[in-house]
């Protein structure tokens, strides 16, 4: 396998990251951001990436990853679709337009379409709980979505 | 009617913006702060009562004072960690006046003698955090930040941090976990963040629209403050509202507001074709209350209190009458499931075995003693923990039982749902 190697303009944000804050392990949770950016996931080779070009050891920058869930530890589409079920947003109906999505695009919830492009996951409370039901488009919010909304939502981003 | 002391221009166009705040007479907070002497502002905002509005509701002015009184570096941090569910004022307040955030930490950074603060923000939360970071870019280039704010030769430094998906980071110790690189863990207090948080060092983390109210409190002092509320609770709160109801949104009215006026004016009363049925006041935590008991109250931490429930975060749920309790129970408990951060053992096979009894009853793959069963589970979870997330689960359970047993015992008896609706608990879903 080919070795993971991180672009220099990454590198460059990451160094900068390490002497931002008081600690240099502040610049974790930034640096995963950047790398999933690059890679789409945090497997156990971006984790040994960072580890080196961070000098902090892979079992700290690994439980930084687990811990927290928007590092995806297993592949996603390139649109990564989550809408929030919890409370506020099942009472008007956020449950169905997560199973509308799945149907709609033909995937089940957690897996990529063959095609690589769509990830359908089902989310805790993202805040946006009185324009529900909601969806996440990796970094943007689309609310308020009716059937209609979903569907010229994914034409979008077709 | 809602009384908009701190939403007051969130209506204007550019109020996000450095000039817009101005315009609307932004920053002149802070000019009348810096004149001051800081423990005048801590005294002025432990005399306006302002508790904290993140969901403990504890006095601000009392926290501050909290400080030991050494020459150690302190630490002020903004928690706009926000993620209890049924809230997202935070998230409203740093979209449309990050200034006035800002504003009240420099003013509160001054009071505390704090040269360097932090906003932390939850990883989902994008455009805020992009709004914040060019408000903060905006306030450096103005003077309101860094060396010699206004030539008070107070230095003070503001950074944003982005979290990465975590409910329990919004517990403050947790918070500080996360924002020194670690898991975002929750600590053992005492020690108490104002002793020893950050990098060890004495800490305070307030909550956005505490530190926003801190804005308009040294505006217009605290005896204008007392005007709004109660004794006990002082000014405005700002109400996050979902469910079922014609304007779903986020207001702000005084405290001891009564639900009943809040539910018909503010919200716009229910959906046509929805009945009101319960409500849970401050945040998905916080014990429900039935139609009858939520339609005599009124929104203040007092009156909650003594219903027995919180006002929390101010996350109001409105939930109505096609809704089922064990469906509802069972989504709770798989959040609080899936937040649990493991330390603590009651909570990490607590809230398992909350979700799996919610699940299985839904399912009416359980026996009629599963009910007892279930609220036994909860009650052994409380204060046993390191942190409240255990008894952030164990409450709403308790109360559901309490208040709705007639529903988990219909789909254990029934093998199927009581409520004509869309309950996703029963065995088909």
């Known amino acids: ?158 | 009617m809602e009384n908009r002391l701190l939403l007051k221009h969130y209506n204007e166009p550019g109020y996000h913006t450095l000039d817009g705040y101005v315009k609307f007479g932004g920053y002149t907070a802070l000019k009348k702060a810096l004149k001051m002497k800081p423990e005048d502002i801590i005294t002025e905002v432990k005399n306006s009562g302002l508790r904290g509005r993140g969901g403990a509701g504890f006095s601000t002015g009392m926290k501050w004072s909290f400080l030991p009184n050494n020459n150690e570096p302190r630490y002020l941090l903004c928690n706009a960690d926000e993620g209890e569910p049924g809230t997202f004022k935070d998230r409203y307040m740093m979209e449309l006046a990050p200034h006035q955030v800002i504003e009240g930490m420099i003013c509160s950074a001054f009071a505390i003698k704090s040269k360097k603060s932090y906003i932390y923000i939850r990883g989902e939360y994008y455009k805020p955090y992009k709004i914040v970071e060019k408000a903060i870019q905006e306030a450096y280039k103005a003077g309101f930040l860094g060396k010699n704010i206004l030539g008070s030769g107070f230095d003070h430094d503001l950074d944003v941090y982005r979290g990465a998906g975590a409910y329990i980071v919004g517990e403050e110790t947790a918070l500080i976990s996360s924002l020194e690189g670690k898991k975002g863990q929750p600590k053992l207090k005492p020690p108490f963040p104002a002793v020893q948080g950050y990098l060890r060092k004495p800490t305070i983390v307030n909550n956005v629209e505490t530190l926003a109210a801190v804005t308009w409190i040294l505006n217009n002092g605290a005896a204008a403050y007392r005007k709004f509320g109660t004794e006990k609770s002082t000014g405005t709160k700002v109400y996050s509202v979902s469910g079922n109801i014609n304007k779903p949104g986020v207001y702000e009215v005084d405290l001891a507001y009564p639900f009943k006026d809040f539910l018909e004016n503010e919200c716009g009363g229910m959906k046509e074709g929805f009945k009101f049925k319960a409500l849970i006041p401050g945040g998905s935590s916080c014990p429900v209350l039935t139609a009858e008991e939520a339609l005599k109250s009124t929104l203040d931490y007092e009156n909650m209190a003594s219903l027995g429930t919180m006002l929390g975060s101010g996350g109001v749920i409105i939930i109505d009458d096609k809704q089922c309790m064990v469906d509802l129970l069972n989504v709770l408990m798989h959040f609080y499931h899936h937040e649990s951060c493991g330390q603590c053992t009651p909570c990490r096979e607590g809230t398992g075995w909350l979700e799996k009894l919610t699940s299985s009853i839904g399912k009416g793959k359980s026996q009629l003693d599963d009910v007892a069963t279930l609220d036994k589970v909860a009650r052994h979870m409380m204060g046993t923990t390191i942190c409240a997330l255990s008894d952030a689960a164990a409450l709403p359970v308790v109360s559901f039982l309490s208040k709705f047993k007639d529903e988990f015992e219909y789909h254990i008896r029934e093998k199927r749902c009581k409520v004509k609706g869309n309950c996703h608990a029963q065995a088909h879903h």
């Open chain 1, 1 to 158: 396998m080919e070795k993971l190697k991180l672009p220099e303009k990454s590198k460059t944000y990451i160094q900068n990251e390490l002497k931002r804050y008081e600690t240099r392990e502040s610049a974790l949770i930034p640096a995963l951001f950047e790398a999933q950016k690059v890679f789409g996931l945090i497997s156990p080779e971006v984790v040994d990436v960072l580890a080196m070009e961070m000098d902090i050891p892979p079992s700290r920058v690994n439980e930084v990853a687990q811990f927290y869930t928007m590092f995806n530890k297993t592949p996603v589409g390139k649109y990564h679709i989550q809408i929030c079920t919890n409370i506020s947003c099942a009472m008007v109906g956020a449950r169905e337009t997560a199973e509308m999505f799945c149907k709609k695009i033909g995937v089940g919830f957690d897996e990529v379409t063959a095609d690589g492009r769509f990830t359908v996951s089902k989310v805790e409370c993202l805040g946006s709980c009185g324009t529900a039901p909601m969806a996440q488009v990796n970094d943007d919010y689309h609310e308020n979505l009716t059937e209609d909304g979903v569907v010229k939502l994914l034409e979008k981003l077709k």
